[in-house]
C-alpha cells in the first residue's frame, strides 16, 4: 500500500502562483511514476502533467503547457507541482497519482485508469 498526501493549494487571484506537493508513505521502496490530475465541479477528471520513475521524464497537457512543471524531490520523497499565472479556469481539487507496476519504469503514464493510488486531493481556488 501507498498513501499519497497532497498539500500546497489553497485560494489565490489570477495571476498569482502556487505549489503543490505530493507525500508518499507506506511501500516506499524508491520512486514511483507519479502523474497530477484535477477535477472541477460538473467535469471529468483532467490529466494535467506527469514525471516517469526512473529517469524522470515528464509530459504536460496542453492546456498547462508552460505554466506549470513537474518535479521530483528524492530527498523529501515528493512529487510538486509547480504552478505559475494562474487562471480561474484552474479552479478544482488538484490529485496525485502513483503507478507502481514495473512496466512503468521508463515511461510517462498518461492514462489516469493506469495509476495504482491516488491521494485526497486538496483544493485550488483561483479569483479574477
Known amino acids: 500500500q501507498v498513501q499519497l498526501v497532497e498539500s500546497g493549494g489553497g485560494l489565490v487571484q489570477a495571476g498569482g502562483s502556487l505549489r503543490l506537493s505530493c507525500a508518499a508513505s507506506?511501500?516506499?521502496?524508491?520512486?514511483?511514476?507519479t502523474g497530477w490530475f484535477r477535477q472541477a465541479p460538473g467535469k471529468e477528471r483532467e490529466f494535467l502533467a506527469a514525471i516517469s520513475r526512473s529517469d524522470d521524464r515528464k509530459y504536460y497537457a496542453d492546456s498547462v503547457k508552460g505554466r506549470f512543471a513537474i518535479s521530483r524531490d528524492n530527498a523529501q520523497n515528493t512529487v510538486d507541482l509547480q504552478m505559475d499565472n494562474l487562471k480561474p479556469e484552474d479552479t478544482a481539487v488538484y490529485y496525485c497519482?502513483?503507478?507502481?507496476?514495473?512496466?512503468?519504469?521508463?515511461?510517462?503514464?498518461?492514462?489516469?485508469?493506469?495509476?495504482?493510488?491516488w491521494g485526497q486531493g486538496t483544493q485550488v481556488t483561483i479569483s479574477s
Open positions: 507506506g511501500r516506499t521502496s524508491g520512486s514511483y511514476a
Open positions: 497519482a502513483v503507478d507502481v507496476s514495473v512496466s512503468a519504469s521508463w515511461r510517462v503514464v498518461i492514462n489516469q485508469y493506469e495509476y495504482d493510488y
